[in-house]
């Protein structure tokens, strides 16, 4: 307990909630982290897909991010739509709930849930490569380091909210800001300085094409690159979180993160085409850049631990994602109850550590490597990007509406241009790993509606009759009291049982004649004139006897509750419990399904 | 519960206990498998000692045999003495406490407790080793096939002891047949056949000698020798499983045990004398005769194979003994209490597991070697023989009785000579791993006094005063039913709760102003009349108002209980629960240790 606090701070009153309410500031910092972040692997992963048309197919990268670019102003423009229509939050769930239906909005928030954990898993991964690209010593510790980077951020959040603002607005605008120099000085270089070898002159001297360039390649390239923009959709599930006005303020927040990450994109990309930069295993595409901007000094020093910072920091803004999810989830029936429960912190702390749990599971499974885990990315962002779309297509057919029409257009656009981009993404990445996903979702919604249809048949049973009728329920009480022997623990159960009328019996199972004898000479003397039943047991089964007494009972008489009354000696340590028979322990394992039974422990407590 | 039952059998009734008394020839097999199957390693060890003096040394493996035959002799005579004073089971630790006193007595125990996990430890792997001479490819996974048999006894013996008895009965005899025959066949051999190479001329071909042979290097020897009369104590703890007149089987018993014993011993030394047998870490010394008397043919693989069974059913004599001792501690208060009582099948079912478990321990961390474990053994066994001879010294001296002298002569002898063997044992045993041994049972000792010592306060804090006062307890109780709403679960509590009169109160916890209106409204219809009482919450946890207001009527009325009605949902499968908040489960550890508070769990049993 005392760790806990240490770890997590004290709870917070329900009346303080308002105040966690985030600044814009802060909330650029904490949701832009995952959208903007993507640019350390974005252009990588075109230029990857490209270089196995050879080098002269880098060429393509440009036109190529150019596509991102559009996607990315048309997320911003149709977003913004989602964020004032929903001030209250509007995840792809709830959009698709509310204009689609059930089942499309169970394949949104299958989808979304499954991109948290690739989101934790990816930005950690990357993260950890930005390090090992800067001290390729670490490189066999990536999975280690992964991990407790997982546990670090999970502990962060356990602590609630603001304090994980504050804790990681300064990091990131940090990170940013290096970012940010190495594009404009680098794109400043590629304008006054004449490149070291002119592209057009480039002799292709080691570039080997594996495959050819065919369009389906450069589609791959596109859905590769499609990854920069994962994470656009995290402010629109957080409006909630802003301080009012939430949408006004959700809504520029959302303009600035769009600029900052085209921004930091489309120079990343240029520099990348202009210098030739090649991917390679051991070395991040932006550890190349920053190296050949700045030489191997403190300035590139600075940028990779920006990235790493930018990378991990991505990873906490699933954490703010996914329990709100999962609690939205939870109220609806989908998601156990427990998720829809506030944790001390103002937080969803189971989801924050179902979460990390998963998370931490796949960067193990797949040994920390980015570029195995891309394929399963993107892929269920985008089936939710469109589902949203096309839910608020749906909406402005139906509600109308001031402007209605322009509205319409804004995410008919949307959903087109999405939906294209998912088909492009499913079909070129299915067998790289897209079809587990597919799997994945199929499995959740499975998992969603079994949890749903066990609360319904839950509620069902427990339902009150509407004619007012209650069921027949027994009477009286048959009141029980277990006694291996006379002593205090007994006593003190026996005086329990008297502080209220009724018919108390102790009952006694002989296993020595002797011993039973003993038994009734204190009993006469302590028994306060409650009978005492002594049981014979042919079976040395004190619980048997026991057990064949009380169901004797039940049958005899159908209008009786037994209450057995245990007296149970609690010992002062908890390794002390070996040296005693758990038969309360048992015996409540015996009787926990028998009808009209219930158990009371009378706890004696022992003080040393 | 199926598996159980088709692995161990059916529950007996006590009067079915007679019944499981063992015949003569059944005690035979159970009880003597310990001390003879030492013949597979006792000559052995004496070799393996001698042979560092150079091979002319292994002369003095004679007359060290002729020493061990003695100790044979004289243990079995002073211990028919036992057997026909404690028809009830002597082992050391009885005699030992009745004669000798509290410490004497928990040194004996604690040296046999070692012992019997020591003998399943040293046998399996001598057993295995018989198998792994025969079968050398299987060396490698002497330690799976280890803990293999260990295993295997152990559910064995679950099943109970006659079944056991008469599983094991004909391998036994069958191994002691084999082995008879080797030593018959292959001493007739030396009788009549001139020896290939006589002892006299022998010119020392390979053996050098590490050690010169020193009277020290010779009682080590003896020392290592005293290995094979380990196991000879066991009938004297068992003598209340023999039929009756149990004293007078058991005595029988025990002859032979000691004549079979002493022929199989003496005639594989001699054979290992007269052949130059001189031991090797890859074949047994046994292995070596056997193949050296009948060839590699199907009569040496029945003999190793009668040796294996001979020795892993030599671990199955522990299982018998070691329970017992366990549940006789138990009885004084030196061990768990659960240890003295019967399992369902009428044998100690937790003393097995506990044997099985740590020899099982000890196997993997020795490996499976059966020379390492050997300098732990017999120590442990000699403390134990000492303790019961000296202690029916001093029995014939202050009971006398009839033929007071005679036997008290035959005790006396034993205890010195045994005496003089522990000390032999102790010094030349002691840094080779003795000391381990002593380590063992001063710590058992302090773990006997720390169990008894808590069962002594336990007994002093439930203990009845003497002049029959009642601890002062409160006489009101006032009954809460904590609810979350208003349905079936609720109201099987409210029934049962108003089936006895008295102050009964229904809680609930406001989180939202509008569900507790809804509350209300219900609670009118259904409450029968109850108090409804609304708590609430400002830090949403519904569990610490509960408690709060629990603590609030503790601290106002000192004269009353409080018993919390807990209206609990059971799903209809386990795995359900995870749906399910444990509320029920946190407020019992959250109100355990608050005295006056008593829990009563009201299961509502979900079905489906």
Chains 1, 2 share one sequence.
């Not at 506030?342 to 193990?364: E, M, T």
């Not at 939906?419 to 079809?435: D, E, H, M, P, Y």
């Not at 040395?540 to 007494?549: H, K, N, P, Q, V």
């Not at 169901?551 to 009786?560: A, C, P, S, V």
């Amino acid at each position: 307990m005392l760790l806990k606090r240490w770890l997590i701070g004290n709870p917070l009153k329900t009346t303080q909630a308002k105040h966690e309410r985030l600044s814009k500031t802060i909330a650029l910092a904490i949701f832009s982290s995952n959208a903007i972040s993507s640019v350390a692997y974005g252009t990588e992963e075109i230029l990857l897909v490209l270089v196995l048309a050879g080098t002269a197919a880098i060429a393509w990268s440009i036109p190529v991010s150019f596509a991102i670019l559009f996607l990315v102003l048309v997320l911003t423009i149709s977003y913004r739509q989602i964020i004032h229509e929903y001030p209250e939050g509007g995840g792809a769930y709830v959009v698709a709930k509310t204009n689609l239906g059930e089942k499309p909005a169970l394949v949104a928030a299958a989808a979304l849930m499954i991109d948290y954990v690739l989101t934790v898993a990816v930005s950690i991964a990357a993260g950890v490569a930005a390090i090992t690209s800067a001290m390729p010593d670490l490189f066999v510790h990536r999975e280690a380091l992964g991990l407790l980077a997982i546990v670090f951020i999970v502990i962060m959040n356990l602590r609630g909210v603001r304090e994980s603002g504050t804790f990681f607005a300064i990091p990131t605008y940090f990170a940013m800001g290096a970012l940010g120099l190495l594009v404009i000085v680098g794109t400043f270089h590629t304008l006054f300085a004449p490149p070291p070898s002119p592209f057009t002159s480039s002799p292709e001297p080691s570039g080997k094409a594996a495959e050819s360039l065919t369009l389906f390649l450069i589609l791959r390239s596109f859905a590769a690159g499609c990854s920069t923009v994962t994470g656009m959709e995290v402010i629109s599930n957080g409006v909630k979180s802003f301080r009012p006005p939430e949408s006004t303020n959700a809504a520029i927040t959302m303009a600035w993160m769009s600029i900052i990450l085209a921004f930091l994109f489309m120079g990343i990309s240029w520099m990348a085409f202009f210098h030739h930069i090649i991917p390679k295993s051991e070395e991040t595409v932006v550890s190349q850049l920053a190296r050949l901007t700045f030489g191997t000094g403190p300035l590139y020093y600075a940028i990779q631990f920006g990235t790493m910072i930018l990378l991990i920091l991505a990873a906490n803004s699933a954490f703010a994602g996914f329990p709100h999810l999962a609690s939205i989830l939870a109220k609806d029936g989908f998601m156990p109850h427990q998720m829809a429960t506030f944790g001390d912190r103002l937080v969803f702390s189971n989801g924050i550590i179902v979460l990390g749990f998963f998370a931490g599971l796949l960067l193990v499974v797949f040994e920390g490597n980015t570029h195995a885990l891309i394929p399963l990315y993107a892929i269920g962002v985008f089936i939710s990007f469109t589902l949203s779309q096309a839910g608020m297509v749906k909406r402005w057919l139906t509600k109308r509406g001031a402007h209605w029409r322009k509205k319409l257009a804004v995410n008919g656009v949307g959903a087109c241009t999405t939906g294209i981009a998912s088909l492009i993404i499913a079909s070129t990445k299915f067998l790289q790993g897209a079809w587990i996903v597919f799997l994945l979702i199929a499995f959740l919604i499975v998992m969603f509606q079994g949890i749903r249809s066990h609360y319904k048949a839950v509620a069902e049973q427990i339902a009150l009759d509407r004619r007012g009728a209650r069921p027949p329920l027994p009477q009286r009480n048959i009141v029980l009291i277990p006694i291996g022997g006379v002593n205090r623990a007994v006593i003190r159960a026996i005086d329990f049982a008297r502080s209220r009328p009724g018919d108390i019996r102790a009952v006694f199972v002989e296993t020595d004649p002797e011993e039973s004898a003993k038994v009734k000479i204190l009993w006469a003397q302590w028994g306060c004139g409650i009978h005492l039943v002594v049981l014979s047991s042919p079976y040395r089964s004190i619980l048997g006897s026991l057990i064949e007494y009380i169901e004797e009972i039940l049958e005899k008489d159908q209008n009786t509750w037994v209450t057995v009354v245990i007296p149970e000696i609690v010992p002062a340590r908890w390794w002390q419990n070996i040296l005693h028979n758990q038969r309360a322990l048992m015996l409540k394992a015996a009787l926990l399904f028998k009808e009209r039974v219930v158990l009371t422990d009378v706890p004696f407590h022992l003080r040393r």
